[in-house]
């Protein structure tokens, strides 16, 4: 299986912040990247797909970048709604796996 | 727009199997593909298994031979049924709908989930 190391696990941010979360990959994975968001007590909600993709009706804060085995996720001008958990998930290969998460929180 | 919906018992006692149902409205479950994913305090988000159209399955190597994962066309459902669980299983388990990656990979992302449903392993 193909191990991922998410980082940082914790991010303490302001609302209007731009941030970044890392994804890194044991081995190359192309461009098979997904990114997700989960709230407390939700189901984890697509953010991005094939690493650059926005999916339909996420606002264009949210972006993505890399390829091969590191990859990022910014969000600019961050929103309260934002404050969240967020995974991404690789499917380059089977099983696919998931990033251990990053809990983005208020400062 | 798809909607999934978890159902089954939340309590399941060790070496008993587990048996989960996903009910999917606003798309066909045999046109689709599907997965289910679990999460738990200490794993994290855990791929179970997916679901091709086709009927074809592909399941997480640590849960082959105790996996299956079918459809239920009448219903509109698929299932998920885990035998002899132990309470490593415990967990918040979701189905969802997997949009295949390219040609080139056999799996993909998860752009529809159910809201979940916990269930824990004891006696």
């Known amino acids: 299986a193909i191990w991922m190391t998410q980082s940082p696990t914790l991010l303490s941010a302001s609302t209007g912040d731009r941030v970044t979360i890392s994804c890194r990959m044991s081995q190359g994975i192309a461009t098979y990247l997904a990114w997700y968001q989960q709230k407390p007590g939700k189901a984890p909600e697509l953010l991005i797909y094939d690493t650059f993709t926005l999916q339909s009706g996420v606002p264009s804060r949210f972006s993505g970048s890399g390829s091969g085995t590191d990859f990022t996720l910014t969000i600019t001008f961050l929103q309260s709604e934002d404050f969240a958990t967020y995974y991404c998930q690789q499917y380059y290969s089977f099983p696919p796996t998931f990033g251990g998460g990053t809990r983005v929180e208020i400062k | 727009q798809v909607q999934l919906q978890e159902s089954g018992p939340g309590l399941v006692k060790p070496s008993e199997t587990l048996s989960l149902i996903c009910s999917v409205s606003?798309?066909?479950?045999?046109?689709?593909?599907w997965s289910w994913i679990r999460q738990s305090p200490g794993k994290g988000l855990e791929w179970i298994g997916d679901?091709?159209?086709?009927?074809?399955?592909n399941y997480y190597p640590s849960l082959r031979g105790r996996v299956t994962i079918s459809f239920d066309t009448s219903k509109n459902q698929f299932s998920l049924s885990l035998s002899s669980v132990t309470p490593a299983d415990t967990a918040i388990y979701y189905c969802?709908?997997?949009?295949?990656?390219?040609?080139?990979?056999?799996?993909?992302?998860?752009?529809?989930w159910g809201q979940g449903v916990l269930v824990t392993v004891s006696s």
């Open positions: 969802a709908r997997l949009q295949k990656g390219g040609s080139g990979v056999v799996t993909g992302w998860l752009d529809s």
């Open positions: 606003g798309a066909s479950v045999t046109r689709n593909y």
């Open positions: 679901l091709y159209a086709s009927g074809t399955t």
